[in-house]
T-cell receptor, first 112, second 114 residues
Framework: SQKIEQNSEALNIQEGKTATLTCNYT??????LQWYRQDPGRGPVFLLL?????KEKRKERLKVTFDTTLKQSLFHITASQPADSATYLC???????????FGTGTSLTVIP | KAGVTQTPRYLIKTRGQQVTLSCSPI?????VSWYQQTPGQGLQFLFE???????NKGNFPGRFSGRQFSNSRSEMNVSTLELGDSALYLC?????????????FGPGTRLLVL
């Protein structure tokens, strides 16, 4: 069956450290993958997109990697800040079909 | 530009009732997608509308329906509500239809079915 798994439960890290979130998938062939941030009571906000032929993408303190052999994407936040505390979602867009498939998200807490 | 707006923000209904949720996309966006978000299942795709036509539908029963108006505003309807329909319903708009487009989400409507 198709599955998208993100870090189980929650992730707590100290301010200033690098947070690394994982998104593993099975039985999908994604054309590309997106990462979103969601704060309590709000809708997800798009952060980054990476295509299947790209290994890495950066935006300010954010970095995403995509390994189609391992079927995994890693999302890094460097020099993390308490304001980075939120739930982070990965979403796959497959080659066939016309919809996104979301993971259940990872709750990140950055401790001052 | 104003973001995606959804009304109402909160709703309490009882089993068997029906509900209509509304979504106004960002100005100029012609595609609207709807999602259901629950703690156990995460975000699940309901359907996508573009130019008043349903382009894609997720794996939900026929009790879930939607429509889009000529001004791109969209509504979704859930009939014969069940307890399991309690969720956060999110809509997202994009310039064009399709998975290549970046989606902009609204704040959601939180539905509680008693």
């Amino acid at each position: 069956s198709q599955k998208i798994e993100q870090n189980s439960e929650a992730l707590n890290i100290q301010e200033g450290k690098t947070a690394t979130l994982t998104c593993n998938y099975t039985n999908y062939s994604p054309a590309y993958l997106q990462w979103y941030r969601q704060d309590p009571g709000r809708g997800p906000v798009f952060l980054l997109l990476i295509r299947e032929n790209e290994k890495e993408k950066r935006k300010e303190r954010l970095k995403v990697t995509f390994d189609t052999t391992l079927k995994q994407s890693l999302f890094h936040i460097t020099a993390s800040q308490p304001a980075d505390s939120a739930t982070y979602l990965c979403a796959l867009a497959p080659h066939t079909g016309n919809q996104f498939y979301f993971g259940t998200g990872t709750s990140l807490t950055v401790i001052p | 530009k104003a973001g995606v707006t959804q009304t109402p923000r909160y709703l309490i209904k009882t089993r068997g009732q029906q509900v209509t949720l509304s979504c106004s996309p960002i100005s100029g966006h012609r595609s609207v997608s709807w999602y259901q978000q629950t703690p156990g299942q995460g975000l699940q795709f309901l359907f996508e509308y573009f130019s008043e036509t349903q382009r894609n539908k997720g794996n939900f029963p026929g009790r879930f329906s939607g429509r889009q108006f000529s001004n791109s505003r969209s509504e979704m309807n859930v009939s014969t509500l069940e307890l399991g329909d309690s969720a956060l319903y999110l809509c997202a708009s994009s310039t064009l239809a399709g998975i290549q487009e970046t989606q902009y989400f609204g704040p959601g409507t939180r539905l509680l079915v008693l």
